[in-house]
């Protein structure tokens, strides 16, 4: 269990670019990375298109006024010249600028936490995943449930063959909070969303159902989608050719199939994310609505509910754990495990221990280039007719 | 609120042809055709295959014994000659033998109660269809859950607009119970049902999936598929080609999507089958796991939940309440819903009340004809490669 | 399972007494009883105060006109000149007739099934019970959720010992209809509910808490109170002494201890009555919102759900299943399952049976009189302030 | 909605005494007040009875090695020597030392922040009162869950008649993990638990349940208990007098009544802590297993659920609110906002703003106070053969 001892030798310096007074995520950043001030120290910020509310925001968080900068070329630049200098970033910052800051953290020698989806194309995911490598910077996306213990004991599950040989995957990421246009004329954190130029080829999408496609990968990290088939709709006719509503149909390799639902017109939903992996003897389902349950279902047996924090969990759930059972854990939680494990990974990058990195499980840059590449064939099915692409 | 009062003259004379002391949808009929001894009277029956046993288990529930047929023939044969004779049969035998029994019924001037899927092919149900108005005759189609009274809420309150524009319908009927080959094997009520000689072209998509089909055309009766993607799997390969599970996506007239999910491999799951219709203000939810709840969600209003006989609900749900709030309803009811539903059609059609029959709502041979209608489009897109075929 | 089967060699000639167009119970009496036709036939009626409607009444649910009586007295009379007279009448007439109706009918012969609270005092029922013994007549008593398969099951596993030795006993049948006074004024069907007169000593305590004080004891059928504290509310002034709030405390004999909520006045409240028993090592609840469902929580393992009609249930469970596993079953199923049971044991004393009496489960004489002992001392603490006291 | 800038002018300097590496709660008061790294900063502590532990654990957090004390008396003897002295200390050591700590630290003019239950008797927790007054400094008791923003929801919504009159309030905090006594003979995180030198008169009343009496004064300021009835059991017998299973029953001024159940051998429960308000309209229910919904049940309309951070919500409920609607919020978010109160509390007082202080809903020394209290009447009223005993 996690009570926010140190795991790494000293904090790590951080800053935040984006992420600033009117933004949501940020505080998830910040709730995540400060939890135990044992993993990062908050030294510096570029959080805001507008300077000077960036800068007084950063004041407030207790960022010294000269650590307060502009924007991310002026933070990079200023903390290059100072010996106690940033060493990891985290960007939240609307899709469009991630490739050009991490592109320009990496060459600053700095480590890199980015928003998901992380670029517009693969190609991109690409280059930054050899760019990472030859400095030997780690890239950490922040797949923000993915941090949550039942995940862990998901995943053992399924590896310890609980549920027998896997055949359906069924994911969903919806909600209703753009049934209507009004936050897309009015919200500035919405406008962007569905603005191809800065949110890229997708909304929901990339947007949420990125969350989801991660997570399948966390729990279930052998299986391999060989085709696709994505149909999304635009019910908001101006946000087109972005979709606010998709359904994808997934072949894996070895005959089992996928489904996935993304969407913020599903009008009055408010139970978020879920993934049901249905095998030959059980099913295990989780939502991130009632995260510290985790359903286990065997064909024949009655249905069992498994809850966050109990001895009978795997070792893997339970080194997650922080609060114990019949304590509630929420997101916040989940964002302070993942921020805890990019801390793990940049340490043992700086400190060299490629063992330590070699048995991490944490949302990399190969989590992120799975993200962008889902995103590339799911538009490339859409857009030629909603048929069946092999997966590229 | 129906309270087993004659809503027709006298009870109609009714005879079963199946569902015999092995079948388990048997009793589903019984209970539901003679829930208040106003609407039916048993008098004759063919229960069986084995015909000894078919005519012990008639008596045994009380018909006369020389009105316990050996077979459907004889029963039609032998009750023609009768002044009393049979004016109903209810048809509970597998897929196969469907279209022959119901055929020879209508030409023996007998009204007609069966079992989903209706026949193999649509063009069956056209000449039925024939048949049937020709003689002037009904047909009635047993989608079980159809009579629940909160689905007429739901129509009504989809309607009245009190969603908005439907965008997105979703549906399921899902469970595991053949998530494994041994009820295949040695269940004679399964046997058949993998077996296209009897079954016909679908496995799961005929059996459950036909029944939240229909509910989706009774809750959206202006609803018209105009496109349709079908993808199936034989997880138990000796299934082949029937499916044990498919997925399929629709494209309505006026652009609202739809998907449903069909499935007997879904381990564990006890839920079966669920409708949501999301519209652009609001969504409706109703699953028969807990068929007296019908979930409203109003995007950006604290969620709702109509329980079944409340005073709040429409006219045309109250209608067909029978317990009242708070005493909990099941499956029994809906059939008995159905049933009466049927006996009025009947006893109008008898009475020539041409202005009853035609604002009767119920599952009637153009319910069955589409749901055939609908298994077909489905075959045709899983034959051609899980393809978008054109609804025809 | 039950398909409808006889299970005695002729239905039973059976009358009712109350019940008739404007009662909601009456409707259950028989759909219970008329399930299938195998165990009742309805063949006389005395259904409602006024006369004329209840003969009309009557006549509209197939009995002879002849045979729809003006009232009780007349029924018992005529039918008595039969040869095919009415072998057991139901009593669902409000409860200060329970006790005439119920000794009239016994000496004349007749087995009885009546409405609960049974009676006014213990010494009605004991005088009762004696009478019926000497006739050697049965008097079922329609606790009508305690039909329920899944009870069977909770009985089985406790008995088991599955749960380890029982601690705690919490019981609860609470609903808002009776929030304001708008039905004690306006409904005939509630007005003589709080009139002590008619009534009895209790309202909610008697009209709808018995129910699931008789489940507590069908489940643990050792069970003794030794001592109860009731403290009861009149939150409508005008139902003073009549409670329309309760809240009882029990101390069983060897240490357990228990808790009754009987509540009118729980607004907006639509789960109705809730079982839990708690052992040493696990818990079991059973809630008639979700009557399909059994809650078994071991300690320190995943919480479990069993569902009716799973073959991993008791024998004793599943002897008394009718629809199957996924398939809904409600108030109406529990209802039919007391009212075979009633016929069993009717058959059964005529045939003079005794060894299939002495191991039948259901609601007889003595639980009539427990129901009504437990009432007189909730009544007893209450009128003493709420003390303890004693159980007689 | 909160965003982790700062409330306050600068975070206040803080030690914590107890709550080292083997306790569960202290990682919630460090999470609590660390949050935002704006209210409060720690610099000093003595966590552990084992000096040695405590000061490792202290420098893991990153405290100064020198400002790891053994004990309390020298963390408030040295840290009185320094400028940057602590400012505010939390106490989340067993029950029986919290008041000899908390007279001690406002001796030496420092702030105090500790567990419940507070102290053993009311006369000390007046005393403290007293000395707290007279020295100008709070005392905040950690009620962890009480920070809910649906809690203040339920609280504006009682004050502006929503559910009526109020009725019944219905309280419950209850678990299984002490089922058994191996935590006691085990854990020493459990063992102090039961011995009633440490723990004082009660085990679950005062451990968990005046959690839930705490809401229940949040949500309902204007009640008042005017006598109370408590039963106890102590189903381990090892325990006793320490009860681990309790229920209470309430009479408040007024006419309205209330019930309480505390338990530790509830086996298998897992959902905690329920209050559910009962008024002459409607009811509303909140559960900290499901904290981030509100149920709204008004009689004769659909059930309303509301959720956490909803535009529909009443500011005071919107104001205390982190993460937003959809992102679960846990116990953690809880703990931040009540440390966060504490800390605008302290700021206030320190610059004499009286003002700001009056209008502060947190759990104070009365809620401390009061807590208390219901302990000595429950006591009280148990002792004497669990009767009713005026509440004083």
Redesign the interface.
Known sequence: ??????QIPR?LRWAMIGGG?LS?V???H??GA?????AYQ?VASAFDIDAERGRD?GV???IAPERCYDNYRQLLAEEAKREDGVEVVSIATPNGTHYEITRAALNAGIHVICEKPLFFTSAEAQQIKALAEKKGLIVGVTYGFSGHPLLMQMRAMIAKGD??EV??V?LQYT???N??DSADKFSDAQKWRVDPQVAGPTFVLGDISTHTFYISQLVLPELQIESL?C?R?S?IPSRAPLED?A?V?MHYAG?A?G?M?A?S??????D?QCIRV??????LEWS?????ELK????????????HG???LDASALADE????????????SWANIYLKFAIAISASQRGDKARLSNLIYPDINAGLEGVRWLENCVRSADS????VNYQ
């Open positions: 269990m996690l009570n926010g001892e140190r904090p007074r949501q940020g505080y998830k910040r709730s400060l939890r135990d001030n044992t908050m925001f407030n968080l207790g549920i027998g055949r359906m069924e909600h209703g909070f049934a209507n088939l149909d709709q019910f509503n359904m149909l005959g199939v489904r639902w969407s017109i599903n009008a009055g939903a408010m978020s249905i095998g030959s003897l059980a099913s991130d609505a009632n995260p510290g286990y279902q065997v064909q024949g047996q009655p249905n069992q509910v498994m809850h109990m001895p009978y922080r609060l114990g059972a019949l304590h509630t854990e929420g997101l916040a939680e007719g909603s048929t069946w």
